[in-house]
């Protein structure tokens, strides 16, 4: 495979807007050992990428700053050591460094997974029928769905439950997955072309926002209350939920796209379980390798989604913009 010696890439050089993004010029780098070269043909984005872009991840954001984890591609070169890939395999990569956001984009071979180490990167092999949009619609998110819903929750054939963000990344595959353990699953959302997504994606009740106070209408769907609440959203909806939840309930707060607001525990009048998550620490438990297989059968007999949205390179800017609006219907996607 013939490697050009220069390449595009995406640098945050200043924290701030998403105009700050900015597409320059770089060497491309070369594999070491234990390291590939991956060729890029979609780079996922991530909510995390938003706040990193603008300072307010849980890490410090050090520029200039190389975005983007995720990719899916092409092996185009490989480093002494490895013997796992070959030049021309497909591939999709989590890599916790970063960098992705480019043409091409090293990947590291070797991961640990403890509890206080992050992985530097993570490669899966791609069947032939899963596309590169797919495997990012998957790589991260089906995981964290899986172990959420799986792992964390108490959720189990006929359980309802409630998901928030449901037409993003995170909550269509939380939908899905809720879907084919038999949940009952309603999702909040506020327009028309959400509420379609989401009915084809799974949803069997679509709560819109726009129409009113959405405990109110979740109760009139399920008297009393769903037993368990997913939300990445944040913002109002922390302390609306105990009012949508039934008694002995779980809230499993993992985002705050609409804001960080304080939770009032003292106002909730029943008993709920709050529950936060952190994949972190699922990494060295058998559920973080349950969760990878049942992500590969679930390549094998679908239904698969595929990225909402690809943007060119040079239009980062505009899908970092649609990311801080919270307005996104499945997966964004960077072309290079």
Same mark, same amino acid.
């Given at each position: 495979m /013939?490697?050009?010696?220069?390449?595009?890439?995406?640098? $945050?050089?200043?924290?701030?807007?998403?105009e700050?993004?900015?597409?320059?010029?770089?060497?491309?780098?070369?594999? #070491?050992?234990?390291?590939?070269? *991956?060729?890029?043909?979609?780079?996922?984005?991530?909510?995390?990428?938003?706040?990193?872009?603008? #300072?307010?991840?849980? &890490?410090?954001?050090?520029?200039?700053?190389?975005?983007?984890?995720? =990719?899916?591609?092409?092996?185009?070169?490989?480093? /002494?050591?490895v013997?796992?890939?070959?030049?021309g395999?497909?591939?999709?990569?989590?890599?916790?460094?970063?960098?992705?956001?480019?043409?091409?984009?090293?990947? @590291?071979?070797?991961?640990?997974?403890?509890?206080?180490?992050?992985?530097?990167?993570? *490669?899966?092999?791609?069947?032939? @029928?899963? &596309?590169?949009?797919?495997?990012?619609?998957?790589?991260?998110?089906?995981?964290? !769905?899986?172990?959420?819903?799986?792992?964390w929750?108490?959720?189990?054939?006929?359980?309802?439950?409630?998901?928030?963000? !449901?037409?993003?990344?995170?909550?269509?595959?939380?939908?899905? $997955?809720?879907?084919?353990?038999?949940?009952?699953?309603?999702?909040?959302?506020? @327009?028309?072309?959400?509420?379609?997504?989401?009915?084809?994606? #799974? =949803?069997?009740?679509?709560?819109?926002?726009?129409?009113?106070?959405?405990?109110?209408?979740?109760? /009139?769907?399920?008297?009393?209350?769903?037993?368990?609440?997913?939300?990445?959203?944040g913002?109002?909806?922390?302390?609306?939920?105990?009012?949508?939840?039934?008694?002995?309930?779980?809230?499993?707060?993992y985002g705050?796209? =609409?804001?960080?607001?304080?939770?009032?525990?003292?106002?909730? /009048?029943?008993?709920?379980? *709050?529950?936060?998550? @952190?994949?972190?620490?699922?990494?060295?438990?058998?559920?973080?390798?349950?969760?990878?297989? !049942?992500?590969?059968?679930?390549?094998?007999?679908?239904?698969?989604?595929?990225?909402?949205?690809?943007?060119?390179? =040079?239009?980062?800017?505009?899908?970092?913009?649609? $990311?801080?609006?919270?307005r996104? *219907?499945?997966? $964004?996607?960077?072309?290079?």
């Amino acid at each position: 495979m /013939s490697i050009p010696s220069r390449m595009r890439a995406l640098v $945050l050089n200043e924290i701030g807007p998403p105009e700050n993004l900015q597409v320059t010029e770089r060497a491309v780098p070369e594999p #070491g050992p234990g390291e590939v070269l *991956i060729k890029v043909e979609l780079a996922g984005l991530l909510y995390s990428d938003a706040e990193a872009r603008r #300072g307010t991840y849980y &890490s410090r954001t050090v520029v200039p700053w190389h975005p983007g984890r995720e =990719a899916a591609g092409t092996i185009a070169a490989v480093g /002494s050591g490895v013997e796992q890939f070959r030049v021309g395999q497909r591939v999709a990569a989590l890599v916790l460094t970063g960098a992705c956001q480019a043409e091409y984009v090293l990947a @590291s071979t070797s991961l640990t997974r403890a509890p206080t180490v992050r992985a530097p990167a993570e *490669i899966l092999s791609l069947p032939d @029928s899963v &596309s590169a949009g797919s495997a990012l619609v998957y790589l991260v998110n089906f995981r964290l !769905a899986h172990l959420a819903l799986r792992a964390w929750s108490k959720a189990k054939a006929g359980s309802s439950v409630l998901i928030h963000g !449901a037409s993003g990344g995170m909550g269509s595959v939380l939908t899905q $997955l809720a879907h084919a353990l038999g949940c009952r699953v309603l999702v909040t959302c506020r @327009s028309d072309q959400e509420a379609q997504f989401c009915r084809g994606n #799974g =949803a069997d009740h679509v709560v819109r926002l726009d129409e009113g106070p959405y405990p109110e209408a979740v109760r /009139s769907i399920v008297p009393g209350g769903v037993e368990i609440i997913f939300n990445g959203v944040g913002g109002p909806t922390v302390n609306l939920d105990p009012k949508a939840i039934a008694p002995f309930g779980e809230i499993h707060l993992y985002g705050y796209v =609409a804001g960080k607001p304080d939770l009032r525990l003292f106002e909730i /009048s029943h008993c709920v379980a *709050i529950k936060t998550f @952190s994949a972190d620490d699922f990494l060295p438990l058998p559920s973080f390798r349950a969760a990878t297989e !049942a992500m590969y059968e679930w390549f094998r007999t679908g239904p698969l989604l595929d990225v909402g949205q690809v943007f060119p390179l =040079a239009e980062a800017a505009l899908a970092h913009r649609r $990311l801080d609006e919270g307005r996104v *219907i499945g997966k $964004l996607a960077l072309k290079p």
